[in-house]
């Protein structure tokens, strides 16, 4: 040896550990995984989620019950509200063209206003209510 008292270090398996050895190095970043947690947490998030959604979704819709003029309304219903998509069924090619019309005529900003829902755009889907 070089003059200097070097202790020797033992790892938890018996093993001499190096001055700079990498693989101890590495294990010292190591992170243990914390106990186990109740599952209320993620539970109360979900169901405030899950509130906010419905909340979303029941106000479209009422906002197109509302807005709606009453032979499109009889055309046309609200599927849904999904990141800012709203999705309207309508029964065929004309009654999707009649909403379309009524849409960018002023209706989607009437139903943006009475929703105080954030719709960034329209699908309309052709398809048969249910």
């Known amino acids: 040896m070089s003059g200097r008292d070097e202790q020797k270090q033992i790892d938890e398996h018996g093993g001499e550990i190096k001055k700079h050895d990498p693989l101890t190095r590495l294990r010292g970043f190591r992170v243990w995984p914390g106990r186990a947690r109740g599952i209320g947490e993620d539970c109360a998030g979900l169901m405030?989620?899950?509130?906010?959604v419905s909340k979303e979704q029941a106000a479209v819709g009422a906002a197109w019950e509302t807005a709606a003029p009453d032979e499109l309304r009889d055309l046309g219903w609200v599927m849904g509200v999904s990141g800012g998509r709203l999705e309207?069924?309508?029964e065929n090619a004309g009654a999707r063209h009649k909403v379309d019309r009524w849409l960018r005529s002023g209706g989607l900003e009437m139903i943006r206003e009475l929703a105080k829902v954030r719709i960034k755009s329209v699908v309309l889907r052709i398809g048969e209510k249910g």
Not at 48 to 52: A, I, P, V, Y
């Open 48 to 52: 405030r989620s899950l509130t906010k």
């Open 88 to 90: 309207i069924g309508v």
